[in-house]
């Protein structure tokens, strides 16, 4: 069995960079690029969602100089989406809170969006200003004011309920979460979602990740029980 939605979280960009004594910039750059070859081969291999953590709610409190390189970055490789868009199947959109962003980058999301949204091949979803807490506190707000307004009965609320309120709402769990960079922890990532997928880590650091690699784990995968809390 393959996995329907394949989430990874891409780090180790900066120590990419260091270990070739190049500025972080060289490695985003290196890692967007990644992104790119790898999703091609992601929807050859049949995988129908792919979550990519692009980044975090947590990742403005770095150097103002590499946010302002990798929000850059964003709006060049949002481009060549839009551009690539006319020949290739993938659909694109995006979860997290897109209000902090650029009016500009913003714009791009949403054009990606909208020109992708018919198309039936590989559906990307990529976490840009994403924190899985932040998308819950959102998605309470939201319940919330629902229920203020005398339209929904608290006691209706359940997962299914909470669910169709988070940015995710249309898209299936993921199956498999994959990190690289060897770190052994979530980051913030997905944290409702991920309740019962597969992990899979590598030291390998994300611009090094590659279609081999990308076996090994669904090599893995392929051999985990997944017993949901139950008894088989
Ligand atoms: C992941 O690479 C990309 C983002 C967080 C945007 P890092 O920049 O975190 O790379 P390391 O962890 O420092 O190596
Ligand atoms: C997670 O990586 C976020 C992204 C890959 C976008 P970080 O490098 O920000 O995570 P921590 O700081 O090591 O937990
Ligand atoms: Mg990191």
Same mark, same amino acid.
């Given at each position: 069995? %393959?996995?329907?939605?394949?989430?990874?979280?891409?780090?180790?960009?900066?120590?990419?960079?260091?270990?070739?004594? &190049?500025?972080?910039?060289?490695?985003?750059?290196?890692?967007?690029?990644?992104?790119?070859?790898?999703?091609?081969?992601?929807?050859?291999?049949?995988?129908?969602?792919?979550?990519?953590?692009?980044?975090?709610?947590?990742?403005?409190?770095?150097?103002?100089?590499?946010?302002?390189?990798?929000?850059?970055?964003?709006?060049?490789?949002?481009?060549?989406?839009?551009?690539?868009?006319?020949?290739?199947?993938?659909? &694109?959109?995006?979860?997290?809170?897109? $209000?902090?962003?650029?009016?500009?980058?913003?714009? =791009?999301?949403?054009?990606?969006?909208?020109? /992708?949204?018919? =198309? /039936?091949?590989?559906?990307?979803?990529?976490?840009?200003?994403?924190?899985?807490?932040?998308?819950?506190?959102?998605?309470?707000?939201?319940?919330?004011?629902?229920?203020?307004?005398?339209?929904?009965?608290?006691?209706? %609320?359940?997962?299914?309920?909470?669910? =169709? &309120?988070?940015?995710?709402?249309?898209?299936?769990?993921?199956?498999? %979460?994959?990190?690289?960079?060897?770190?052994?922890?979530? $980051?913030?990532?997905?944290?409702?979602?991920?309740?019962?997928?597969?992990?899979?880590?590598?030291? /390998?650091?994300?611009?090094?990740?590659?279609?081999?690699?990308?076996? =090994?784990?669904?090599? $893995?995968?392929?051999?985990?029980?997944?017993?949901?809390?139950?008894?088989?």
């Amino acid at each position: 069995m %393959i996995p329907r939605h394949l989430a990874i979280i891409m780090d180790g960009n900066g120590r990419w960079a260091k270990k070739r004594f &190049m500025p972080h910039s060289v490695g985003h750059r290196a890692g967007a690029q990644a992104l790119r070859k790898l999703s091609e081969e992601i929807e050859k291999i049949g995988i129908k969602y792919l979550t990519v953590y692009a980044f975090s709610t947590e990742n403005w409190s770095r150097p103002e100089a590499e946010v302002r390189e990798l929000m850059g970055l964003m709006r060049e490789y949002f481009q060549q989406y839009i551009d690539d868009s006319k020949k290739n199947n993938m659909r &694109m959109s995006f979860i997290g809170d897109h $209000s902090r962003l650029d009016p500009d980058l913003q714009q =791009k999301l949403g054009i990606l969006e909208d020109i /992708t949204k018919d =198309k /039936t091949g590989l559906h990307v979803v990529l976490a840009v200003n994403y924190g899985g807490r932040d998308e819950i506190v959102r998605a309470t707000r939201k319940l919330a004011k629902e229920a203020a307004q005398g339209r929904l009965d608290p006691e209706k %609320i359940d997962e299914d309920v909470l669910s =169709k &309120m988070l940015d995710t709402s249309t898209l299936p769990d993921p199956d498999l %979460i994959i990190r690289t960079g060897g770190d052994l922890r979530l $980051s913030n990532f997905l944290l409702w979602q991920l309740a019962y997928a597969e992990m899979y880590v590598t030291e /390998t650091l994300w611009p090094d990740f590659t279609v081999k690699e990308l076996e =090994k784990a669904l090599y $893995s995968f392929q051999g985990r029980d997944r017993r949901f809390g139950g008894r088989p």
